[in-house]
């Protein structure tokens, strides 16, 4: 059965640095989002990206915040300058999504970032 | 901005006894979906409903998409210890780009 996958899989970094977070979604998808789970918490929306563009993204999601798909298959998630609030498991997840058929979103295990 | 408020927060219970847990929201919601999710891993869907008043069931899982759309349940028939982890309920709303609104999750927790 086809999956999302994510890299890596932990991540530790200084605050201030840049990190780069990757995800391949599911290969026929054409929705693409980024969550985030703060430890002991819900998981809470970042972005959503479609036809290269960001469709949506919530207040989390600032100018420190970027979304890119460099290629045909992988999907990023750019934080420029992290801080210890960023600390957090994301959640890469995609979807066929055509705003109203049967269609379900699938998630990635996720890429724990730990920010010192 | 849009609330699930999902209860309860955590259960703890006998193996072989039934569960059910609720979650509400002052929003219409297109889609409701239900969701496992193990330590360290990422959700994973459990049901999916599309449709006010379905009912659908996946093994020992049975949930329900209000009538009023603002509303939904799972109930888990005769736990077993591998029940264990954190289920959140997730909404998706009429006519956006397909963001899910989740749920603050509700731990399960079986005692064998």
């Known amino acids: 059965e086809p999956e999302v996958t994510q890299t890596p899989s932990h991540q530790v970094t200084q605050m201030g640095q840049e990190v780069i977070l990757r995800c391949v979604p599911i290969s026929n998808h054409l929705y693409f989002y980024w969550y985030r789970q703060i430890l002991g918490q819900k998981v809470e929306f970042l972005v959503s990206?479609?036809?290269?563009?960001?469709?949506?993204k919530s207040e989390i999601f600032d100018d420190q915040f970027s979304v890119e798909r460099p290629d045909g298959s992988n999907f990023t998630l750019k934080i420029r300058s992290t801080k210890l609030e960023d600390s957090a498991m994301y959640f890469c997840?995609?979807?066929?999504?055509?705003?109203?058929?049967?269609?379900?979103?699938?998630f990635g295990p996720g890429t724990r970032l730990l920010v010192l | 901005g849009q609330q699930l408020n999902q209860s309860p927060q955590s259960m703890f219970i006998q193996e072989g006894e039934d569960v059910s847990m609720n979650c509400t929201s002052s929003s219409i919601f297109n889609t409701w979906l239900w969701y496992k999710q193990d330590p360290g891993e990422g959700p994973v869907l459990l049901i999916a409903l599309y449709k006010a008043g379905e009912l659908t069931s996946n093994g020992r899982l049975t949930a329900q998409f209000g009538i009023t759309r603002k509303d939904s349940f799972l109930n888990i028939s005769a736990s077993i210890p591998s029940d264990v982890g954190i289920y959140f309920c997730?909404?998706?709303?009429?006519?956006?780009?397909?963001?899910?609104?989740f749920g603050q999750g509700t731990t399960l927790q079986v005692k064998p």
């Open positions: 997730a909404g998706q709303l009429r006519g956006n780009t397909g963001k899910l609104i």
């Open positions: 997840a995609s979807t066929t999504f055509s705003g109203g058929a049967r269609e379900t979103q699938y």
């Open positions: 990206f479609y036809n290269n563009e960001i469709s949506e």
